[in-house]
T-cell receptor, first 118, second 112 residues
Framework: DTGVSQNPRHKITKRGQNVTFRCDPISEHNRLYWYRQTLGQGPEFLTYFQNEAQLEKSRLLSDRFSAERPKGSFSTLEIQRTEQGDSAMYLC????????????????FGAGSRLTVL | SQELEQSPQSLIVQEGKNLTINCTSSKTLYGLYWYKQKYGEGLIFLMMLQKGGEEKSHEKITAKLDEKKQQSSLHITASQPSHAGIYLCGAASFQGAQKLVFGQGTRLTINP
């Protein structure tokens, strides 16, 4: 297993354009998370999936953001009409956890996709 | 919502010296996770603590969770250049929470 894979690693776009990021999690992981990280800050939660179901979305996830995990495997995060404030590192993580369980939830992170909006 | 405060925000130490990073919460921590991040890259899992008073070690890194489960420390003994990076603590915001919230990170620089 090669871990969590994210593409593209870097994306430079002009304000107003749409961008899409892809995340391929560890194959046996049923959970997939998206976080956003800006310079000097810790990761901020955006959304997560349990298999193909999107179970929680942060208020940070405006209506310009949409995430999908159609078959419970890879996921895409699309940002429409990008703004300069969207410039950040978008991190994907995956884990295996039974929903509602109180056990550990160790997230394995990908290398991230860095977005620069000009 | 739970906030995790890390201190210090940045730390510069001489190679070979010991150091400690703290992570404090105003609420009980249900699972405390330590990660390391190289600049511009993803997070690498280090250790997880769940029980009050728990302590874990891996190589020269020791993490502890206090009895009240509101503060954790990460201690590095005899620091090396390979320890340089950003250390992040993350925690479940309540028992059964399905996501982790993170502190702002501590940037560690090791001078040779």
């Amino acid at each position: 297993d090669t871990g969590v894979s994210q593409n593209p690693r870097h994306k430079i776009t002009k304000r107003g354009q749409n961008v899409t990021f892809r995340c391929d999690p560890i194959s046996e992981h049923n959970r997939l998370y998206w976080y956003r990280q800006t310079l000097g800050q810790g990761p901020e939660f955006l959304t997560y999936f349990q298999n193909e179901a999107q179970l929680e979305k942060s208020r940070l996830l405006s209506d310009r953001f949409s995430a999908e995990r159609p078959k419970g495997s890879f996921s895409t995060l699309e940002i429409q009409r990008t703004e300069q404030g969207d410039s950040a590192m978008y991190l994907c993580a995956s884990s295996f956890k039974v929903f509602g369980g109180s056990g550990a939830n160790v997230l394995t992170f990908g290398a991230g996709s860095r977005l620069t909006v000009l | 919502s739970q906030e995790l405060e890390q201190s210090p925000q940045s730390l510069i130490v001489q190679e070979g010296k010991n150091l400690t990073i703290n992570c404090t919460s105003s609420k009980t921590l249900y699972g405390l996770y330590w990660y390391k991040q190289k600049y511009g890259e993803g997070l690498i899992f280090l250790m997880m603590l769940q029980k009050g008073g728990e302590e874990k070690s891996h190589e020269k890194i020791t993490a502890k969770l206090d009895e009240k489960k509101q503060q954790s420390s990460l201690h590095i003994t005899a620091s090396q250049p390979s320890h340089a990076g950003i250390y992040l603590c993350g925690a479940a915001s309540f028992q059964g929470a399905q996501k982790l919230v993170f502190g702002q990170g501590t940037r560690l620089t090791i001078n040779p």
